[in-house]
């Protein structure tokens, strides 16, 4: 037992000088800030899941888990012996050079600090982008990730979305549905209307308010140009949109109402118009 406790103490009292002493402590800061700012960032995400957003919790997370493990990180390369003045203007100096050398980064960057700050798009929003349009998975600082209805990874950079518009489809609890249709002019666009109208109120999931609209929009080259409008919940607008589609057209078959081909009259102004001879092939006759 005498020669086993020796042994140990030999071990633990083995000479280690101060620089290797200070990694090593630096290296268990490192491990200890880790664990910590994990630890610390999930109680702080299971006790604020249900009063914060989903991007927002993400914006949360990232801030915490990043602050602590920089502060442990700090105390780190103290223990090993680098002064921090040195690092923290040598740092700069390299980021100056970094800025100028990736101005677009930089310009990603800050347009991110603004997408956070602004907080006109959120984790699980609907967006669309000019011809693309996704779930958002992430709002990072040099992007916005997105997932279209194709289920395709989609990387949109900040800058960009700070310059284009952005339509947020999911934003609000209700979308309108617009669907323009066009009839003949022989039509009687009353009739036209109580058609449309009753379709509106024999749809279950098309609200009662807003109230269904119908507009005549325009005057077309073939057809009067009507705009028939509905307003129902955002989580079923693709569905409700194709039934209303499905249902007009058949209604109009129903009511005899005609939506006309395009047409194109021809004036020939003083010419002769030109004779139109029809023959049947069966009798011989000609017309």
Do not use: C
């Amino acid at each position: 037992m005498a020669t086993k406790e020796s042994f140990l103490d030999r071990l633990i009292n083995l000479p280690v000088s101060d620089r290797i002493e200070g990694f090593i402590i630096g290296g268990l800061l490192l491990l200890v800030g880790y664990f910590l700012a994990w630890l610390v960032t999930n109680a702080f995400i299971r006790t604020m899941r249900y009063r914060l957003t989903a991007h927002q919790l993400l914006v949360w997370r990232r801030a915490i888990f990043y602050f602590l493990l920089l502060l442990f990180v700090m105390s780190a390369l103290h223990e090993a012996g680098f002064k921090l003045s040195v690092l923290l203007g040598a740092a700069g100096v390299f980021t100056v050079a970094i800025g100028f050398a990736s101005q677009t980064s930089a310009s990603n960057l800050i347009s991110g600090l603004f997408l956070i700050g602004e907080g006109s798009i959120a984790v699980g929003d609907i967006i669309q982008v000019d011809n693309t349009q996704g779930e958002v998975l992430s709002i990072d600082l040099l992007s916005v990730k997105l997932r279209t209805v194709d289920n395709i990874f989609v990387r949109i950079p900040n800058e960009q979305l700070i310059k284009s518009e952005v339509r947020n489809l999911s934003r609000f609890a209700i979308r309108r549905i617009p669907i323009e249709v066009g009839v003949a002019y022989g039509e009687d666009v009353g009739k036209v209307r109580k058609v449309l109208m009753d379709l509106a109120d024999r749809h279950p999931l098309v609200l009662d308010e807003p109230s269904p609209q119908v507009i005549v929009q325009a005057f077309g080259p073939s057809s009067i140009d009507l705009l028939f409008a509905v307003w129902t919940r955002r989580e079923v607008f693709a569905d409700v949109k194709d039934a209303l589609q499905e249902s007009l057209k058949r209604s109009f078959d129903e009511h005899g109402i005609s939506i006309p081909f395009p047409q194109i009259s021809i004036n020939s102004g003083d010419l002769q118009a030109l004779p139109v001879v029809i023959r049947n092939e069966g009798n011989g006759n000609t017309t």
